[in-house]
Nanobody
Framework: QVQLVESGGGLVQAGGSLRLSCAAS????????MGWFRQAPGKEREFVGT????????YYTDSVKDRFTISRDNAKNTVYLQMNSLKPEDTAVYYC?????????????????WGQGTQVTVSP
């Protein structure tokens, strides 16, 4: 079993930056591919980005490309989402997820473990 806990959410003004963290515990973390998802008010949960187990490969949805960066520190069992140039449209609950498939994944059903979510609010 793997437990995931997100942190770092909060209120930020448009154009600002925020870094989210996702700490994993339980079984070994090093070979797990990780993903970030978000759910805005009145919308379905959507894919944000994913990172391979090694951290050498990342993939993002077009709406956050060039603004968001995923990284991981396997020694700390932690994955990060650095968010720059934030827009009000980025306001959502952000979730991290893990799968024991080491390659990148974007389909939500392929992730077996999910965090509780952290709220990110971007003011105009």
């Amino acid at each position: 079993q793997v437990q995931l806990v997100e942190s770092g959410g909060g209120l930020v003004q448009a154009g600002g930056s925020l870094r989210l963290s996702c700490a994993a515990s339980g079984r070994t973390f090093s070979r797990y591919s990780m993903g970030w998802f978000r759910q805005a008010p009145g919308k379905e949960r959507e894919f944000v980005g994913t990172i391979s187990w090694s951290g050498s490969n990342t993939y993002y949805t077009d709406s956050v490309k060039d603004r968001f960066t995923i990284s991981r520190d396997n020694a700390k069992n932690t994955v990060y989402l650095q968010m720059n140039s934030l827009k009000p449209e980025d306001t959502a609950v952000y979730y991290c997820a893990a799968t024991n498939i080491p390659t990148m994944r974007i389909v939500q059903s392929e992730y077996a473990y999910w965090g509780q979510g952290t709220q990110v609010t971007v003011s105009p």
